[in-house]
């Protein structure tokens, strides 16, 4: 691991790599200025490195440093972040549903809740029209103005937010509330984002067997097109559901502590809550251990939903056990489980003919 920092001591760039020397010599047969690192190489004063363990323990680290500096040249690192699509509600008298990459909504400061992450997008854009249109929410972009009436504007038929015209159809179609032309109030349109968030939590199912119900009527009628055509909303809400099944899932998952066996026997223990890392401890070290169990017995609520300052870290914990199936071996309930799956990885090492990398332990200096 190391940092480049600028003449002022700003961070300019976090890496990582096995051979920091190499690496760091390869940026001076960079062309320049074409080049970004070697126009990086230019503003640099200053590099510091730091050794890890293993590449979890460096991984973990950049992720870090990464968010807590936002350093300039990152643009690669950066894109763990990129890749995943999350959905958002955002702060205001008439939010939206939204799907978003993930690194922009962690940049936002408009953002009151997210939900996520997911792989990809399409299927999100799909669910959240069934949903919006099943809800009334509207889904118009922010540049429109919104004209929200107090409840006791609601019965003047010349309310001046009535002669208004929408801006689109939906309103029309009675597939939104209209609170673009005074048709609804705030509460009135918070209510229906309350069950919304609702769906989206895995609590209310309603929209599905509203479907479900419209999808009989029009089987029973003959109606095969438009049995067609709901059976289809209805697949994009189940595969959402299912989607949000699997984050659910991450994030209410129980305490979990992973062993990483590490370069000169410097093993790590590492508490995982809620799919993130929140405490580490050195096997050499019995303090550190005994502390690790300390906070390993102690209770906490699961999240709501994926914080957004941590959810670079969420996605490293979930991207790295689901693709080694062979660390999921080091990962047990406890301290001493963990304890006790090192021991076992490692008389296994011992036992087995050939090299260490047989059984999937990775012991890679960063
Ligand atoms: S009817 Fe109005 S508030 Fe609703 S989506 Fe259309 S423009 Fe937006």
New binding site residues.
Partial sequence: MYLMRGGRGDVLYVGKSTQVRTRLLSYFRLPWPEHRHARMLRETAHIEWEPHPSEFAALLREVRLIRAHLPRYNVRSARPLDKWWVITIAKGLTPRLRVQRASAAARSRDVAQIIGPFASRRPLVDALRVLNDALGL???SDR?R?HVRDVAELFEEHHPAMQRT???H??ETRR??????GATSEYEYRTQLTRAKAVLEGRDDSPQQHLVREMAVASAALSYERAGWLRDRLTALQDLESQLARVREALSRPSCVYAVPGRQGDDRLYLIRHGRVVAEARCADPDSVNDLQALESRATQAPSGAMVDQLDELLLVESWLRGRQGERALVADSVVGALQALACSYSSVGSSVGSSTSNGISSTSA
């Fill in positions: 509207r889904d118009c429109i919104m929408p801006a689109c939906r309103y939104c509330l209209g609170p673009c032309v």
